[in-house]
């Protein structure tokens, strides 16, 4: 069983470099897909995720599968329509999810068309899904830089992030920074949903970081705790979905995510934090003692 486990690693040099990219994202991920869930921001990071497409997808219309050109592209394309949807809610007083949908939904179409009109199905699917299992010198740097930026960024204003969480308006009275950390956080967050789409796509990448936050959530109510359990969690989703994508010949990225749909039903029934059985338990021992 060991041997199976270790034999693909030790042997490819792709399903290494797949691993290692990985554990980066997972570090990113767990971080930022933390104090997501906390401040209510899941599907928000769900709708950047698919808002960067387009700005992807002008760097693919020009530069073909470049890192860079793609990456500056996405991040634009995710400032720009986070920042649109804030003042279009504040402007028009609709909710800031609703005209964050209708931005991304337009955003997701648009970037399908633009690598549609360039390449063929097999780009298109290149970039909608990822390529774990190929990835080169230059997304590995970019996965790296994007590591030491949110390492960074998390270390500047996590008590403040961690405040923000607690008591948001509390926090705006208190301190003039409120918005300086939010803003950092969002900018962290587009910068690690661009460089997760890379190696998992861009309809995948969004799942090692809200997942594992999730799952994190019934097995513990603080945030240090929870931190280590989606990074834990992500590493073993992300270890057991390139097994699965090895031996079994699946799509690398969509394995992943669904080893981590599958950690998130279990806790979902076993959690210790709001499981189902834990639920049915504690009201089976009240009734006992109220009767």
Not at 15 to 26: I, K, W
Not at 244 to 260: C, E, G, H, Q
Request: glycine residues 10%.
């Amino acid at each position: 069983m060991i041997d199976l486990i270790i034999s693909p690693f030790v042997e490819f040099e792709f399903m290494q470099r797949a691993l290692f990219g990985c554990l980066l994202l997972s570090i990113n991920g767990s971080l930022i897909g933390v104090f997501l869930l906390l401040k209510r921001m899941s599907l928000s990071g769900d709708a950047i995720a698919h808002a960067i497409l387009p700005g992807a997808a002008t760097g693919y219309f020009f530069a073909g599968l470049n890192v860079l050109a793609m990456t500056v592209g996405g991040l634009i394309a995710g400032v720009l329509v986070a920042f649109l949807s804030g003042i279009t809610a504040r402007k028009t007083n609709t909710n800031e999810d609703s005209t964050l949908a209708s931005y991304y939904l337009c955003s997701l179409a648009l970037g399908v068309l633009i690598i549609s009109m360039k390449g063929g199905s097999v780009d298109l699917l290149h970039v909608l899904f990822g390529s774990i299992l190929a990835l080169d010198n230059d997304t590995l740097y970019l996965l790296y830089f994007n590591s030491a930026l949110c390492l960074l960024g998390f270390c500047c204003c996590y008590r403040f992030l961690v405040m923000d969480c607690s008591d948001s308006v509390f926090f705006k009275g208190l301190s003039r920074y409120s918005g300086y950390s939010h803003y950092l956080f969002l900018f962290l967050l587009v910068f690690n949903l661009v460089a997760g789409f890379h190696a998992l796509g861009t309809l995948m990448a969004v799942g090692v970081t809200v997942l594992p936050a999730a799952i994190a959530k019934y097995w513990s109510n603080r945030i240090e705790s929870m931190l280590l359990i989606a990074f834990v969690v992500a590493v073993m989703g992300a270890l057991l979905g390139l097994l699965s994508s090895y031996y079994y010949r699946l799509p690398s990225s969509s394995a992943i995510v669904l080893w981590l749909g599958v950690f998130f039903l279990l806790s979902v029934l076993l959690g210790s934090q709001g499981g189902v059985l834990r639920s049915l338990k504690s009201k089976a021992e009240l009734n006992e003692v109220l009767s």
